[in-house]
């Protein structure tokens, strides 16, 4: 199952103003895709090892490799189709 990962932490501004757009994209995208939160003040070696070197930070993963990723906060239509556009199986 395609796994997406955002890499966020509680200080941070976007971060926080994106959370309700990857909640809302969750719902649109689930069960097909799992989406994941990573707080990096918590997980520092987590995200060291991902390369982790801004934040808001999304990851996709599928078949427990990395495909794509991206940095910036992002609206839930923006989440949902920069996922869909990497996993074209997935369909609208």
């Given at each position: 199952m395609?796994?997406?990962?955002?890499?966020?932490?509680?200080?941070?501004?976007?971060?926080?103003?994106?959370?309700?757009?990857?909640?809302?994209?969750?719902?649109?995208?689930?069960?097909?895709?799992r989406l994941m939160?990573?707080?990096?003040?918590?997980?520092?070696?987590?995200?060291a090892r991902l390369g982790i070197r801004g934040i808001p930070t999304m990851i996709l993963f599928h078949g427990g490799r990395e495909i794509a990723r991206t940095s910036g906060a992002m609206a839930a239509g923006q989440i949902v189709r920069w996922v869909r556009d990497r996993l074209p199986t997935l369909g609208a």
């Open positions: 395609p796994v997406v990962v955002d890499i966020w932490a509680p200080w941070c501004g976007p971060c926080k103003a994106m959370a309700p757009a990857f909640e809302a994209a969750a719902i649109e995208l689930e069960p097909h895709v939160k990573l707080n990096s003040d918590k997980e520092v070696a987590v995200a």
